[in-house]
C-alpha cells in the first residue's frame, strides 16, 4: 500500500518561509515524478510545482515561479517544497502527490496517488 505524509506546514507572516516534506512508502520512489498541489478556501485545486524522476525537470505554476522550489532527496524517499516570500495568497492546504510515470505533470491526471496535505497559512 502506498502512503504519501506531508510535513512542515504552519503559520509563518508574509515574506516568511517554509520547507514542506513528503515521504513516499510502499513504492519504488525514485521510477516516478512528483508533484504538489493546493486548495485555498473557497478556490479551486490549483498545481505548484513538479519534478520528473531524477530532479533534473522541475516545471512551476507562474504563482510560485521565482518563489518556490521543487526538489526530491531519492535515497530518503522524499520530495520537498522550498517556499520564500511567502504572500497571504499562498494561504492553502498543500498536497503531495506521486506520479503514473518517470515525468513531471501539472495536471491532476498524472498522478496516482496523494497525501492528506499539510496547512500553510501566511499571516501578519
Known amino acids: 500500500q502506498v502512503h504519501l505524509v506531508e510535513s512542515g506546514g504552519g503559520v509563518v507572516q508574509p515574506g516568511g518561509s517554509l520547507r514542506l516534506s513528503c515521504t513516499v512508502s510502499?513504492?519504488?520512489?525514485?521510477?516516478?515524478?512528483m508533484g504538489w498541489f493546493r486548495r485555498a478556501p473557497g478556490k479551486q485545486f490549483e498545481f505548484v510545482a513538479t519534478?520528473?524522476?531524477?530532479?533534473?525537470?522541475?516545471y512551476y505554476s507562474n504563482y510560485v515561479k521565482g518563489r518556490f522550489t521543487i526538489s526530491r532527496d531519492n535515497d530518503k524517499n522524499t520530495v520537498y517544497l522550498q517556499m520564500n516570500d511567502l504572500e497571504p495568497e499562498d494561504t492553502a492546504a498543500y498536497y503531495c502527490?506521486?506520479?503514473?510515470?518517470?515525468?513531471?505533470?501539472?495536471?491532476?491526471?498524472?498522478?496516482?496517488?496523494w497525501g492528506r496535505g499539510t496547512q500553510v497559512t501566511v499571516s501578519s
Open positions: 510502499g513504492r519504488t520512489f525514485d521510477s516516478y515524478g
Open positions: 519534478l520528473n524522476w531524477n530532479g533534473a525537470d522541475t
Open positions: 502527490a506521486a506520479g503514473r510515470t518517470a515525468s513531471r505533470s501539472s495536471t491532476r491526471a498524472g498522478y496516482e496517488y
